[in-house]
């Protein structure tokens, strides 16, 4: 059977939080957040609606990268808890109906794991194949940084091994030589191990880098083994039927289909990159038609595979896809200063401080994430509109601690020393910006994110159904209507500041088509004498339709 038939399609309408847990709540007062913190904040989760969390790494680490520099695949940071304390989140986590996936960091290692070690001190050591070597200075050696202007180069020599390693990442984090098949038999070991300790999935880290062909030889684009990602998708599916890989993939549409694979045996799902920066240049430029051309280039993939939504996540917003042009107006309109950019490619901001704290443009920008083909991914923090701190170096400056109340440290810890400092004091300190506070006042925007939420779940069409953009002669508003089970949604938004009156008809045949019912308001409108509707929406304003109304929608689920 293709995996795809066994398959529980549980991430199709789901709604996914990402958080670290370094950074999320600390219960012992030690500075860093801890399983027993998270484990503490679950309710809190349930009660936002999300249905899955994401972890960034919390194995042992010298946390030279935040954890993505691993020395210990399994087991857990000593600053986090220990393995006791993990299972005893995955618990909690499914008695609450919470699935979580973690990261799997496997194309490189920290340069302090044994393996590496082991392989640098001894030729014959039976790890020194499990990395990639080279007798002589490789003449790309300075090519192909992931990191340009920080990282210097991809090969290093070490002293101890008296030949030079590959690292795609920072000279710390030697790459694993992926295509060793004792390596390859290890990340299926890892895999196994997670999940029997509760996990319901892995987020593959750089997956492009995983599958690639690596050695000095190499020249140019290397070869993919798209197979290996095949493989990883069996051996989950044999261990756990309803565990998924989410891909971190920033490949071209051309390639979307290698990574899902024509059946969708490979990935199961992928983050949408091309969508994410076409939509900063629409939120920039109020222009769509670049976001309309994203949607439609990646919209072919299986209909058991899912794109990932985001706006913000822990890494700069990548802006590599967009032309010169487009790329320069999101710089000037979200980044302006070069403090603000990072590696010549993208910005290190938040999303709320990017949108000056608009509280119209943040609910425009996640309207749209949450109505775009695909799972939503929502970052930490991101549902009370936490800011930045440019004043710390590259990706840290929007990596800081949860604000949970107007106390010392934001409430995150008890202690004095938090990991990393939380932002206090100007329009995103935690005096101001901070769970407790909003959840007492109705109108804030952890109340507005938790009925968008809830919204999102209750149209399944979304992430079910098959999409089609409707026009409305507007450059500045995307209308978008999803069918599934012969029901309908539509989704507008105006990307101007001034209200736009837009005029379309929905594309569903006969009376039903009609009708529009506000999803969020309650409100019902019908077509003109044409069977064009005239909706008016203000300044970056948004609506949620059923077409047809609710008499139609029951007619139709029980026909």
């Not at 299986?302 to 985001?310: E, L």
Request: hydrophobic content about 40%; glycine content about 8%; aromatic content about 12%.
């Amino acid at each position: 059977m293709k995996p795809s038939v066994i398959q529980d399609l549980w991430y199709k309408n789901a709604v996914f939080y990402c958080l670290s847990v370094g950074t999320f709540m600390d219960a012992d007062g030690d500075g860093t957040g801890d399983f027993a913190g998270l484990e503490r904040r679950l309710d809190y989760l349930l009660s936002l609606g999300v249905t899955a969390i994401w972890l960034h790494p919390f194995q042992p680490s010298p946390q030279r990268d935040h954890g993505y520099d691993i020395s210990d695949y399994y087991g857990v940071d000593p600053v986090y808890g220990s393995l006791g304390d993990f299972v005893s989140f995955t618990h909690a986590a499914k008695q609450r109906g919470l699935k979580v996936i973690i990261d799997l960091v496997v194309n490189h290692t920290s340069d302090q794991h044994r393996w590496f070690q082991e392989a640098r001190s001894d030729p014959a050591s039976r790890y020194r194949d499990w990395y990639v070597w080279s007798n002589k200075r490789p003449a790309a050696y300075d090519e192909g940084m992931v990191f340009p202007g920080v990282q210097k180069a991809t090969w290093t020599y070490d002293e101890t091994a008296k030949a030079w390693y590959f690292h795609r990442f920072f000279n710390f984090q030697p790459d694993l030589n992926t295509a060793n098949p004792e390596v390859q038999a290890e990340i299926l070991k890892i895999m196994g191990f997670w999940l029997e300790l509760g996990v319901a999935g892995f987020r593959m880290d750089a997956v492009p880098f995983v599958i690639a062909e690596k050695g000095p030889e190499v020249k140019g684009a290397p070869k993919e083994h798209f197979e290996w990602l095949r493989d990883f998708r069996e051996f989950l599916q044999w261990r756990s039927g309803d565990a998924i890989i989410l891909a971190e993939a920033n490949v071209l549409p051309k390639d979307d289909m290698a990574y899902f694979g024509d059946d969708n045996d490979r990935m199961h799902m992928m983050f949408n990159f091309q969508v994410n920066q076409a939509l900063f240049y629409a939120l920039a430029a109020s222009d769509v038609r670049p976001l309309v051309k994203a949607l439609n280039k990646t919209w072919n993939r299986p209909p058991s595979a899912q794109w990932a939504m985001f706006l913000r996540n822990h890494d700069e917003l990548d802006l590599g896809r967009l032309t010169e042009k487009q790329r320069q107006t999101v710089f000037e309109k979200f980044g302006p200063d070069k403090d603000m950019q990072l590696y010549d490619r993208g910005i290190r901001r938040r999303l709320a401080p990017m949108l000056d704290g608009d509280r119209r443009r943040i609910e425009l920008a996640y309207s749209l994430m949450f109505s775009l083909p695909g799972t939503p991914v929502l970052r930490y923090g991101d549902e009370i509109g936490m800011g930045d701190d440019l004043s710390i170096p590259e990706r840290d400056c929007a990596r800081t601690p949860m604000q949970w109340t107007a106390d010392a440290q934001g409430g995150f810890t008890r202690g004095t020393r938090p990991v990393s400092r939380p932002i206090s004091g100007g329009a995103y300190g935690y005096e101001h910006v901070n769970v407790a506070n909003q959840r007492h006042e109705h109108g804030s925007l952890l109340h507005w994110m938790q009925s968008i939420i809830r919204q999102r779940k209750e149209a399944p069409e979304i992430g079910w159904g098959d999409f089609e953009v409707i026009e409305t002669g507007e450059n500045a508003a995307l209308a978008l209507r999803y069918d599934w089970r012969n029901n309908s949604v539509l989704c507008l938004h105006n990307f101007e500041a001034r209200p736009l009156e837009l005029h379309f008809k929905t594309g569903v045949e006969g009376e039903e088509g009609r009708v529009l019912v506000d999803l969020l308001t309650g409100e019902r409108a019908e077509a003109g004498e044409d069977g064009r509707h005239r909706v008016l929406i203000e300044g970056y304003g948004y609506r949620w339709y059923r077409v047809g109304g609710l008499d139609a929608l029951l007619r139709r689920s029980t026909s």
